[in-house]
């Protein structure tokens, strides 16, 4: 009885499997439903070769065209100042920066004086006996001497044996030394040669200056330079004179500067030539950066577009038939953000803006190119 219990719940398992696989089967046949296929949208712009001028653009810092490195060739006390010797001050043209206290040289200068004026009237009597003819001209001289003042220049002597006489009494010696004293005495005093501001200062009003030591910096804000480095091929095209077109890296000021100087050396590194454009306007500082643009050439039968649409430097895509395609493009001219392109007919129509994952042969849907952003269109 068991046995015949055991068979029958074996046959009833067979069945059981059997029926399952047949429906796994069948569902598995079943047909699968169609993914729905997705055709981007892409922008596009008929090409129409025209003139693209070319424009470099350049970048460098301003720095100021007159500037003064303050240091001191003598030793003394810082005294005064027409004003406070402090960085951001401005001083005006004659206006004395830094005044260190000559006290001590200025009497030894004055004492020099005497001594000469004493030198010149012993030579009267003498000059009066054997030179009566130059006798009024060195009395003159004497009475325009004066021990508070530089001395004036030695009357003209053309008489040779006169000369002689002059100098061996050692009047000459003795007027060159004072003057180069006058010379020394005058470095005491550090006056602004051209109206500008302190842009470093370095001592205060007290402190023992030495000989050699730097004081500070002193510029004129009126006026700028730039140097900017331009690709060797553009080198002819500039000259001394011309026009250049200026703002700042964020575009909040435009303003103009003339090419002063043109480096007759190329950078090997870079294959670049430096070019310097002097800047004259209000509010600008040393330090600020600008951008330049520099009209070089006119190109003819071109076009100018984004550099991220080019593809391998020398390709664009383009649509035919719905359908995107590479082309060949010959680039004449890279800038930061644009590039310009010959050899594309005219009528073509160029992708005007790039899409993530394109490739020769892709099905697109095109529009002309408008300030709305592409998307992607379901087509059954």
Known sequence: MRKIILYILGALLLVVAYFGAQYIIANSEQPKPQAEEIVKTVFV?????????????????????????????VQGVFRSSARDFKAGQPYKKGETLIRMDAAEYYASVQAAR????????????????DYPEAFKTWEQYLTT???NKSLPALPQVTNEKLNYFITGRGVNSSYYNI????????KFSIV???????????????????????????IDTSSF?????????????????????????????????TVSRINGRIDQA??????????????????????????????????????????NESQVYVVRDSVLDLIPANPVYFSAKNVVLKGIPDGTKLLSRSIPGAYAGMKVKYLEDSPQSAGDTPVN
């Open 192 to 218: 602004a040669p051209f109206s500008g501001i302190v842009t470093e200062a370095m001592v205060t009003r007290g402190t023992l200056i030495r000989s050699g030591q730097k004081l500070g910096e002193f």
């Open 179 to 186: 003057k180069n004293m006058e010379q020394r005495l005058g």
């Open 45 to 73: 712009e008929n090409v129409k070769n025209k003139t693209v001028p070319i424009v470099i653009t350049a970048t460098g810092n301003l720095i100021a065209k007159n500037r003064l490195e303050l240091y001191s060739e």
């Open 114 to 129: 005497s001594e000469f004026y004493n030198l010149v009237t012993s030579l009267m009597p003498d000059l009066r006996l």
């Open 270 to 311: 870079t294959q670049t030539i430096s070019v310097f454009v002097t800047v004259v306007a209000e509010g600008l500082k040393e330090g600020m950066y600008v951008q330049a643009y520099v009209d070089a050439r006119d190109e003819t039968d071109a076009i100018e577009i984004p550099r991220k649409l080019l593809v």
């Open 145 to 147: 001497i004066d021990i």
């Open 225 to 257: 330079e730039v140097q900017l480095s331009i690709g060797k091929e553009f080198s002819d095209l500039l000259e001394i004179g011309e026009k250049v077109s200026l703002s700042t890296i964020e575009g909040s000021r435009e303003f103009t500067g």
